[in-house]
């Protein structure tokens, strides 16, 4: 099973082909445009493992962007005691969703690739009575 260690977002993710998971939210960016992570610290597979010192010139992770969207609410309360004083406050964190596609090692070949999703395609059976008499 082949794996990347890229760095977005402040973050180090541990990724696969065909893997989904957030991130901290890319700016400008639409659902269903390419990404391309050249921070990438490591990768390899179950024979080889490559390791950057700190990241490896040449390699790259492509992903496609799912979605951008916000996280629950985090409530923020502070009370002081005997005072009367208290302060609410909330906060949604913003993330984009993404999808891993491929993984290119440091000579530019195709290191790992997900399968293409297909979409299921529309049936149309709809019935069609006759009456006779």
Partial sequence: MSFAIIQTGGKQYKVKAGEILKIEKLDNLKPNSKIEFKEVLAYGNDKVTEIGEPKIEGAKVEADLV???????????????????????????????????????????????????????????????IKTK
């Avoid at 502070?78 to 000579?107: A, V």
């Fill in 67 to 129: 979605k951008n969207g916000k996280n629950r609410t985090v409530l923020i309360f502070k009370k002081r005691r005997r005072k009367n004083s208290r302060r609410k406050n909330g906060h949604r964190q913003r993330y984009s969703m993404i999808r891993i596609s491929k993984i290119y090692s440091k000579e530019g070949k195709v290191f790992s690739e997900a399968p293409k999703i297909s979409k299921p395609e529309k049936k149309n059976d709809k019935k069609v009575e």
